[in-house]
């Protein structure tokens, strides 16, 4: 099983690929991890196009099974919260053109899944999603690793 997890966002949007079975030692092997950033300054339209062309280019390179996407947190700026409903709509969007199995997970599920606590802080989370992993350190930036324990947390509660 190979899954894709996304921490969106409009500025940056993190992702993790993991290969869980198949051989893959404990909870999985990483494929790849990374962000997708955003021209500050680019309109929103323009944003959301480049998330949809950098999600549906990573499900057509690594074809995952499943993808597992971050719930929206909810910010006390209304505006905020708004925007990233539009990130997590064109993710949503890739994932069913290409017909993947869907799973949403609440930012402290996620933490708490990976961690154990599900306030944790987001170094616990890159230090435990790299233990988990048997990575010789976090993956960097910290939302990439963001999106790898959202990967994680689709596996562990498979």
């Known amino acids: 099983m190979r899954v894709l997890g996304i921490d969106p966002g409009t500025s940056v949007t993190g992702y993790g690929v993991v ?34 062309e950098g999600i549906v280019d990573l499900i057509e390179r690594h074809r995952p099974t499943a993808l597992a ?3 929206a947190f909810y910010h006390k700026n209304v505006r905020t919260t708004l925007v990233l409903g539009h990130a997590r709509g064109v993710v949503l969007l890739a994932a069913q053109q290409h017909r993947l199995t869907i799973a949403q997970f609440p ?4 933490k ?3 961690t154990g606590a599900g306030g944790a802080a987001k170094a616990q989370v890159g230090a435990m999603v790299a233990r988990l992993l048997r990575l010789k350190h976090a993956p ?5 690793a963001d999106g790898v ?4 947390t689709y596996i562990i509660r498979s």
């Open 19 to 52: 290969e869980y079975g198949n051989g893959a030692p404990g909870f999985g092997q990483l494929v790849e991890c990374g962000v997708i950033r955003f021209g500050r300054k680019s309109a929103l339209p323009r944003r959301l196009a480049e998330l949809h």
């Open 69 to 71: 996407l971050e719930d």
């Open 107 to 110: 930012p402290a599920t996620v």
């Open 112 to 114: 708490k899944a990976v």
């Open 140 to 144: 960097r930036p910290s939302d990439a």
């Open 149 to 152: 324990a959202v990967a994680l």
